[in-house]
């Protein structure tokens, strides 16, 4: 017996339902299998959203993808664990505590660091889990028990043993040096999450006077207040104009401190006036000059972006505000040569938007380039896989001139580094808190107020989620993950420092249970993931980037509510077309909303005609043992329809796997949509009517056992990208039996050659083209929708004719004919007449023609034809083709030439009728 279902489709009525059923069934638990089965195994890491998130289209899409593949494998009969987890995301978290402690009338450091991570964990347990409740509502196939927050203690201590290891092999040290300051969050961040945007400026031009010359010598800036801490003029070797000042000394404006001029490569003749000041605390190409030359660092800036106490008569004021006050007095006292209009490259916090400072910090650094190398390597080898493959290009180049990675952030909320601070001087990093100082034995120690950067923690996930570092039996089986999808904003941020991180700690020595050197097996086996998908960004109807400013970010849930997940997931994979932005159109979601009610009354169709059937043969039909994966088991292949449709199932099959495999979700989609509704609903049913009437019950057993078969492998075929609406109807036809809980844990169906039939498909080409021919017709005739009419047929071939006649009552039926009359010569000079390369048709009704349009008609088409022919005998005609091009195709491509050299004949003796 199968359920009944509603009259009408209400995606809102069943979505919630059955992503609880999910998640209380625990249908994606992942026990860990047993040694040996790595063939079979796919694995896959959630790109951790923030704790203090909200669903956005990228993440919908992104999460689309990954569920798609994930259930797509585990219906193929991988275990199959798509891994989920949150990230404690420190500077946003921070912040949104932050602000809340604002509206109470409160600050932070009132509060003292302990009271405050108390405050944020506390924030965490009632806001945090926003995100994952979205995701189990979009029914995001991931195993829950696994999950996991990058804060939990676990993870706290492999990071710790990560940061360790490293620092004891020299790869982290400690040390001053420029980094991206954001006064607003009052931390360093790097260079990534500086958000770059040309802005138009001025460059400044002041004059430093030469001590004991009576001349001077103009320097240019974008930023005058930085000139308080100059140390040196600069001017390049090839310079000629300043080859009578090397060596000398020039006095600094407004502070009267003297510069040594010095020559350096800094200095470009053709930028500004050739000669450039030199601030080795507040600039970083200045600080290399400054280690160059020995030179000294004054700090004029503050973590505030104000001025110290180094800046003399500005101290205490606003970086801009010093600005003003700077320029002024150069022009009051005849120092300011004059100002251009510039183009600034400003950058700015990606996080809170504040005008980022270039600061001289103390901060701890991963030294880079021994991880780098091995991450180079892997991709270099194909070790690692890059779709679209453009991606693998920009990963190598960004690997190739990257630096030092600053790991420290002046934050509270985050992975505290842990390394302790003593009276004497010394440092000492360890996994747990020393009791006394190794150098000098004193127990006054002080850990370290940084913590690290989000993204160490992040990219040691692939391998720290699965239990690292100890030697689990998760790491074991799950590691490397099958595949990453991820966005390209994060390519360098997550993707690289994954890599560089698992290539470095998933190689011996490091890797649990691990022995020997890092050969070329070592290496492989340490990637954290085999193939990386780069999705495209989603963007708005216009093609325009979505953003709060322009008015156009749609909230996912919104679009969800008004058209259900389902309809949203699938335009989605509809338009992933690789390398390609979204234009997300809310016209096509309805378009997909549609298509979901389209296969809701397809089986509501279906289950009105089995219970026409004697009860019996409903539980026979509807109550089959699990079907197999390959083509359609049991199909009774009867008639022509059924011939074809268990072709085209099967040869469907083959092309949606192919795609899914390749990542093509659009193509996948399409495939899907168009064999659902165009071939099963609007052909294959229809075709079936005649055999469903009461007086042929045999004739129906068959048709409705056939649909039935066909209908619950389409299900299966849809479930990855449609889950919702293909669980509800295939446990609607397995009520009282299904045989698994899900139809997301049936097989997954894969073509069958031996159900594959190429002739069968030829010959209802044909029957479509003429039914499809008829209908054009009764349209450019306007005939009434009700009435039947006569037509005749020409047949060019015995076999054509033989076909049409063994299937008059599907020409009659789909093409509201009466039964047609055969010609035995053609029909090129008759009115109402269509001509194809297998045959000629003619309506036969009395209608007035527009002959004009007609004619206007005719010679459309025989220039869209003409065009197609001239084009296949051009390549037919090229020597390179013809030895690149597999014999198939050549094949194909000279019988359709012969074809339409046939029916641009009949169209131009068709075009003599009305001349």
Known sequence: MHQEIPKSYQPDAIEARWAEYWVKEKLFFVPTPPPGEAERIFSMLLPPPNVTG????????????MDIITRWHRMRGFVALWLPGTDHAGIATQMMVERQLEQEGKKRRELGRDKFVERVWEWKRHFGGAI?????????????????FTM????????????????????????????????????????????????????WEIRYPVIGMDEFITVATTRPETMLGDVAVAVNERDERYRHLRGRKALLPLLNRELPIITDELAQP????????VTPAHDANDFEAGLRHNLPRIEVIDQHASMNQNAGPYAGLDRYAARKRVLEDLQRQGFLAGAKDYVLALGRCQRCGTVVEPRLSTQWFVKIQPLANR????????????????????????????????????????????AWHCECGEITVAREAPKECPKCGGSKLEQDPDVLDTWFSSGLLPFTSLGWPDATCDLRAFYPGSLLITGFDILFFWV???????????????????????????LEDSIPFREVYIHALVRDAERQKMSKTKGNVLDPIAVIRKYGTDATRFTLAAMSSPGTDIAFSEKRTDGYRAFANKIWNAARFMFLNIDRLEPDSRATLLEQPSRGAAGIPGFRAATLEDRWILSRFNGIARQVNQSLAAYRFDEAANFIYDFFWGELCDWYIELIKPRLAPDSKDDARTACGNLAALFEASLRLLHPLMPFITDELWHAMHAGSPPQKSVGLAAYPQMDEHQIDTAAETQMAILQDLIVTVRNLRAELKVDPKRRVPIEIFAHMPETRTLIEANCVALTLLGNVEEPRFANASLG???????????????????????????????????????????????????????????????????????????????????????
């Not at 053709?270 to 000041?277: Q, S």
Request: contains cysteine.
């Open 54 to 65: 909200r669903l956005h289209m990228g993440h919908m899409l992104n999460q689309t993808q």
């Open 132 to 148: 994952q409740e979205q995701m189990r509502r979009l029914g995001a196939s991931v195993d829950w028990s696994r999950e996991y």
């Open 152 to 203: 939990d203690e676990n993870l706290s201590r492999a990071v710790r043993e990560a940061f360790v290891r490293l620092y004891g092999e020299g790869l982290i040290y400690r040390g001053e040096y420029i980094v991206n300051w954001c006064p607003r969050c009052e931390t360093a961040i790097s260079d990534l999450e500086v958000k770059r945007e040309e802005l138009a400026g001025k460059l």
């Open 270 to 277: 053709e930028f500004g006036t050739g000669a450039v000041k």
């Open 375 to 418: 991450a180079i390597e892997v991709v270099e080898r194909d070790y690692v896989r890059f779709t679209p493959p453009n991606y693998r290009l920009i990963y190598l180049n960004w690997m190739r001139d990257i630096h030092d990675w600053c790991i420290s952030r002046q934050l509270w909320w985050g992975h505290r580094i842990p």
């Open 496 to 522: 690289a420092r994954m890599i560089m991180l698992g290539c470095w700690f998933m190689a011996p020595p490091h890797r649990p249970g691990s022995t020997g050197s890092v050969d070329g097996k070592a």
């Open 829 to 915: 000079k008759v009115s109402a007449t269509r001509h194809t390369a297998r045959f000629d048709v003619r309506l036969i009704y009395e209608s007035q023609i527009d002959r004009s349009a007609e004619r206007q008609k005719l010679h459309k088409e025989l220039e869209k034809l003409s065009s197609e022919l001239a084009n296949g005998e051009r390549q037919l005609g090229n020597e390179q083709f013809i030895e690149k091009a597999p014999a198939d195709v050549i094949a194909k491509l000279r019988s359709r030439v012969e074809e339409l050299k046939v029916v641009t004949g009949k169209i131009r003796s068709k075009l003599e009728e009305f001349t």
